[in-house]
């Protein structure tokens, strides 16, 4: 029992400091309720969709109740709760929002379930690059002046869309007020999915210094991470509609369409606990608080000269290795073990999740861990710039994605595949933003860039790529 084995097992408790996701934080962020639940009778919660219970597509039961009163309290027409991660809800939301031979923009941060959806759906992604911070090597978050470039390189092209994507905030909480994102895509008649998947936290609007959520920007699907940015359990999501732009009936097909017919009842209370928390004093109370922690937890490594990059989301914090040479992948290699666990160890830098707990005397550990690790590593010049990716501005895919992914295939080196089409994602996880989608035709500067990336993530990129025969 691998998992499981007493002592020698996986699962057990005091495995280093919990820094990664899900941001409840190995229990303490969990709601009251969910804490009760969990140390009461084991198995009690593991309910089927009984009559009294339902589901997340069942008009009657407490299912159906509770999510109409999370839409009613957070404002907004209709919610969907999902056990399948935020992964299930957008690529439901995608089904809803092009019919098969449509196509929608998408930024080229989507998440692989997104370009999945549309593989799935035999929807064409239209993919716009993004602003790109060389210092690190990550992308930044789109503002309004950005996507209108886009959006006028879409009209130029001829490109049809039936309706846009954006992701808001990235993986390492760059975000951006979403309202003029939004009216910008409603003024062209596009109906707008927000993946918030690590911004549900924006969603109580307790904090002057946070962007608003999609939700109160009038987006018409947003998709949140119960289990990235607030107190749910693992797999634990939310769908929000409103408006009509998408027809709900569209929504319910593709939802049964991808959630399972047993939906966890256990995963579905952790959804109604996650959202309800902050719909109390105590609940608001407690994030107002996590977030201040969190800026002073800033401040106060920063003021240590431990390299921190700004990032809008304060329980996102960015160890910047490669300003100090280091590699974030090694950095992480070499705090695992020594008990500081973060969520995303990347070429240049090392994000941690602060997530939804307090974190007593982490200034202090993180200041030794960082000295004792920069006076392992023999250089201290900073790793070079990242070079973006030679990308254009607006692409989509020669082939379909569904169609070349599962089209007859070789597999070729690398600098073999010069003009071929792509016949699979490459997609480093995390953060499972793809570097290439399949149906892409690649040229030399492309390859050239992959083969870079390669060195760079050893580990996650194959040395040679599937192509259509
Ligand atoms: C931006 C973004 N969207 C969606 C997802 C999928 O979320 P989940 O793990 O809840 O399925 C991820 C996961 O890393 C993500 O980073």
Not at 137 to 157: K, N
Not at 166 to 193: E, F, I
Not at 249 to 265: D, G
């Amino acid at each position: 029992m691998p998992l499981l084995r007493p002592r020698r097992g996986l699962l057990r408790p005091g495995r280093g400091r919990w820094l990664h996701l899900p941001a409840h934080g190995g229990g303490p962020g969990l709601p009251a309720a969910m804490r009760r639940l969990l140390s009461g009778r084991p198995g009690v919660w593991d309910l089927p969709e009984l009559p009294a219970i339902g589901g997340p597509l069942l008009e009657n039961g407490a299912v159906a109740a509770s999510q109409h009163a999370a839409a009613a309290a957070y404002g907004v027409d209709r919610c969907w709760y999902g056990v399948n991660g935020a992964t299930g809800m957008l690529q439901a939301a995608v089904l809803a929002m092009a019919q098969p031979g449509q196509a929608l923009l998408m930024p080229r941060n989507s998440h692989r379930s997104l370009i999945q959806a549309c593989a799935l759906g035999g929807i064409t992604p239209v993919l716009f690059d993004l602003p790109f911070l060389v210092d690190r090597g990550h992308v930044a978050a789109v503002d309004a002046v950005w996507l209108e470039r886009v959006l006028a390189v879409v009209e130029a092209e001829g490109h049809q869309v039936s309706g846009a994507v954006l992701v808001q905030p990235t993986y390492h909480g760059y975000a951006v007020d979403p309202g003029p994102l939004v009216a910008l895509l409603h003024q062209r008649q596009l109906p707008v999915l927000v993946d918030e998947a690590h911004g549900a936290h924006f969603l109580p609007g307790i904090d002057p210094h946070l962007p608003g959520s999609a939700v109160h920007a009038g987006a018409d699907l947003v998709v949140h991470s119960l289990h990235k940015s607030s107190t749910g359990l693992g797999q634990t999501a939310v769908l929000w509609h409103q408006g009509g732009r998408i027809p709900i009936e569209a929504l319910q097909r593709s939802l049964s369409w991808l959630q399972t017919t047993s939906p966890s009842a256990l995963l579905l209370a952790s959804c109604e606990a996650a959202l309800a928390d902050w719909q109390t004093l105590d609940g608001r109370r407690r994030l107002k608080h996590l977030l201040h922690q969190a800026r002073g937890l800033h401040a106060r490594l920063r003021q240590q000269q431990l390299p921190l990059l700004a990032t809008t989301d304060p329980l996102r914090l960015i160890w910047h290795t490669g300003a100090a040479g280091i590699s974030g992948l090694d950095a992480d290699a070499w705090l695992m073990p020594r008990g500081l666990v973060a969520e995303l160890p990347e070429p240049g830098c090392l994000t941690f999740c602060l997530g939804m707990t307090t974190r007593p005397r982490l200034a202090a550990e993180m200041l030794r861990q960082w000295r004792a690790l920069k006076a392992s590593q023999p250089f201290e010049k900073a790793l070079p710039p990242f070079t973006p990716p030679p990308l254009p501005l607006v692409a989509s895919p020669d082939m379909a994605c569904g169609k070349a992914w599962c089209a007859p295939c070789q597999q070729l080196p690398w600098a073999d595949a010069v003009g071929a089409i792509a016949a699979e994602m490459v997609c480093p996880y995390p953060p499972g933003i793809p570097l290439l989608v399949p149906g892409e035709r690649l040229d030399v500067s492309r390859v050239n860039w992959i083969e870079q990336q390669r060195r760079f993530w050893p580990d996650q990129i194959s040395s040679r790529v599937r192509i259509v025969a």
